[in-house]
């Protein structure tokens, strides 16, 4: 089996040669589009969270609407940061 590919191989040679340049152009045409990020986000995961309370400062405000998302994450696996 292997004697009759090194045949073939050796007997048509333009033909090997073709079906090597199409494949190198076919696996170039489909490396094109492929999205790649140079500079991944490395920035961990966080919560934004908007209220409506207008009469106070922001330092007033935050400890009544982060409360209970912190204690909510205390004790999670993973947890990298917590403000």
């Known amino acids: ?6 045949d073939f191989s050796l007997a ?5 040669l073709l079906g090597v340049v199409a494949l190198l152009g076919v696996g170039g045409y489909a ?6 990020e140079a500079f991944p986000n490395l920035t961990n ?4 969270i908007g209220t409506a309370e207008q009469p106070r400062k922001p330092e ?3 400890p009544l609407g ?9 004790g ?6 917590g403000r």
């Open 1 to 6: 089996m292997l004697n009759r590919i090194i």
């Open 76 to 81: 999670r696996p993973k947890k990298e940061e």
């Open 12 to 16: 048509y040679r333009w033909l090997v």
């Open 66 to 74: 982060t409360y209970r998302p912190e204690r909510g994450r205390r």
């Open 45 to 48: 995961n966080q919560l934004g």
């Open 60 to 62: 007033e405000t935050e």
């Open 31 to 36: 490396l094109f589009p492929i999205p790649v």
